[in-house]
């Protein structure tokens, strides 16, 4: 079955420009997760989606990073005015909602957007 | 604080076995996973710990002490593919709220012929 798909693969843009980075998660996953990972760097939490909760936004690294998911389903995150520093691979994850403590209920993670700032 | 603690690299011989450690202080727990990652790919799930104990799945067994705050995987008989980076992480929320996770820097394994 399709798995998480996200796109572009690669993105190489200006400083100062914005982007935008898309997620189309597993269908039927109500969970949707933003992760960035930096070189040498472990995978880092940006943002959280679940169903028509508010989202969890506390690991975006300043007010340039935004993220929505419409209709449940496809998300797009932005960068506003990037940064060299913004410069790495970002991940989208989906899952279901585990149910118990004990349901595994893990993560599927897509290929990423590898994001260089010029 | 949030602290995911792993060894940077790990060399081992094909065939033999490896034991990648991980230990954690976090403000929450609600599972620990573990995933691999080749180079350049996405990570893909290996195996989950919500219960202290051994949990074993083929050439792969992952084992959890909650009051330690310390996992292993352990990896048997060795491949030459089994050569990627693999993390330690951990749930944070509740399970009932979905729950992100927080990640060590993984543990790049090489295997050698």
């Known amino acids: 079955g399709a798995g998480v798909s996200q796109s572009p693969s690669n993105k190489v843009t200006e400083k100062g420009k914005d982007v935008e980075l898309r997620c189309d998660p597993i269908s039927g996953h109500t969970a949707l997760y933003w992760y960035r990972q930096s070189l040498g760097q472990g995978l880092e939490f940006l943002i959280y989606?679940?169903?028509?909760?508010?989202?969890?936004k506390s690991g975006l690294p300043s007010d340039r990073f935004s993220a929505e998911r419409t209709g449940g389903s496809v998300s797009t995150l932005t960068i506003q005015r990037t940064q060299q520093e913004d410069s790495a691979v970002y991940l989208c994850a989906s899952s279901l909602v585990p149910r118990r403590a004990s349901s595994t209920n893990e993560q599927f993670f897509g290929p990423g957007t590898r994001l260089t700032v010029l | 604080g949030q602290n995911i603690d792993q060894p940077t690299e790990m060399t081992a011989t094909e065939g033999a076995i490896v034991q990648i450690n991980c230990t954690y202080q976090?403000?929450?727990?609600?599972?620990l996973f573990w995933y691999q990652q080749h180079a350049g790919e996405a990570p893909t799930f290996l195996s989950y710990?919500?219960?202290?104990g051994l949990e074993e799945k083929g050439r792969f067994s992952s084992f959890l002490s909650r009051s330690k705050g310390y996992s292993y995987l352990l990896l048997k008989e060795l491949q030459m593919k089994d050569s990627a980076s693999y993390l330690c992480?951990?749930?944070?929320?509740?399970?009932?709220?979905?729950?992100?996770?927080?990640f060590g820097q993984g543990t790049e394994l090489s295997v050698k012929p």
């Open positions: 710990n919500v219960l202290d």
């Open positions: 992480a951990v749930r944070d929320y509740p399970h009932n709220q979905g729950g992100k996770l927080i």
């Open positions: 989606f679940q169903g028509n909760s508010a989202p969890d």
């Open positions: 976090t403000s929450g727990f609600n599972g």
